[in-house]
């Protein structure tokens, strides 16, 4: 008797870390950032992200990554996988980004390529002046 107990409360843990890990990453995507911790804009030198590079960076407490198209110029997403949240990767080989999950692609447009994610990244307002990339300059507040 004893073990079985034991052993419905290790499912029961192994049950709520499971859906914990699923829920979490949901509910961050979904739920506004607070209107206190918005940030109006972040600031890059260009020099940081050579051509065909790219740069992971926070911007109101989301995960953006910042891309140094060829012919195309710098570009910003949300890293945030459109299918359940996972984070995208830059493949520089591939010119594409990767979600680790679920084998989903984009372009470098934030389009999908292929696998499961029903949308697009979500592009994140960016303007180049001078020597810096002004990530977020369309937000008001
Ligand atoms: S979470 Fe990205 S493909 Fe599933």
Redesign the pocket.
Known sequence: MKRRRFLGVLLAVFGATAATSFAYPLLRFFAPPSRDSRVKNVSISKNDIPLGGARSIVFNDNPVIVINRYEKGFVAFSRV?T????LVEYDKGQRKLV?P????TFDLDGNVLS???PGPLPLIPLKVEGDFIIIGTSVTG
Do not use: K
Not at 83 to 86: F, K, R, S
Not at 101 to 104: L, M, T, V, Y
């Open positions: 996988c299918h359940l949240g996972c979600c999950c679920h084998a989903g696998g499961p994610p």
